[in-house]
């Protein structure tokens, strides 16, 4: 019989791949990429590339189109704060016309209540001249008139003023020797008003000098002298 020849019972021994392969190639090789790598970049860093005619002219345009981006920025502005301004000045004259009709408003309406009252005052007016005001009718009167004139009301019309067609209503007419021009001689009723408003005209009757009445002689005349007569015989 043949025999087997000795050893070939065993398996054959593998060399470990990490022991075959050599460590110095390895280091040599990353130490070749990485000194590939920075070469490129030493050798850029030391010159700097020139542009060519197309990139300036490219700049050019750029900083021609950003002027005018610039200029229409600041025109825009510009009209953006006229705007804002000649809003402003309209927002002012709209609140002034308000406050004026706020104001006005409020003047019409306390002439209105106030022209309401008059024919009350008039009736306490005819009851004070009759010596009727007395007890708390005159109390109740005279708060009424208190109120009345805070709240800005006044009466005017006295005898013995001259005639004002603006604020006097002439109810009757005379004559008098008395007076040297047309003159307020009574007082039928009194006017009223508010502030510079005149809300009733003062009724009155009125009299004017008499119509052909010589004039004063002046009292510096002098008189005439004697003398002046015929010679005596």
């Not at 900083?63 to 953006?80: F, H």
């Not at 009709?101 to 209105?112: G, H, L, P, S, T």
């Amino acid at each position: 019989m043949t025999q087997d020849p000795q050893g070939f019972d065993k398996e054959p021994e593998v060399p470990d791949a990490e022991a075959a392969t050599p460590e110095a190639p390895v280091e040599s090789a990353a130490s070749d990429e990485l000194g590939g790598g920075a070469a490129p970049e030493e050798d850029g860093g030391s010159a700097e590339p020139q542009a060519s005619p197309d990139q300036k002219d490219a700049k050019d345009r750029q900083d021609v189109a950003l002027t005018a981006q610039l200029d229409q920025a600041r025109s825009a502005l510009t009209e953006r704060t006229q705007d804002l301004q000649r809003l402003q000045a309209e927002f002012q004259n709209y609140r002034r016309r308000v406050e004026r009709d706020r104001i006005a408003v409020k003047e019409m309406a306390v002439a209105n209540l106030l022209t309401e009252l008059l024919p009350v005052l008039d009736d306490i007016g005819r009851a004070r001249d009759h010596g009727e005001l007395v007890g708390g009718f005159k109390q109740v009167a005279e708060s009424l008139e208190t109120v009345a004139a805070k709240m800005g009301l006044m009466q005017f019309g006295k005898e013995g003023e001259p005639f004002d067609p603006m604020v006097h209503e002439a109810l009757m007419h005379s004559y008098s020797p008395d007076v040297t021009e047309t003159t307020c001689v009574q007082i039928l009723q009194p006017g009223y008003r508010i502030g510079e408003r005149t809300i009733r005209p003062a009724r009155v009757g009125v009299a004017e000098p008499q119509p052909g009445k010589p004039a004063d002689q002046d009292e510096s005349t002098p008189e005439k002298e004697d003398g002046g007569g015929p010679d005596e015989g």
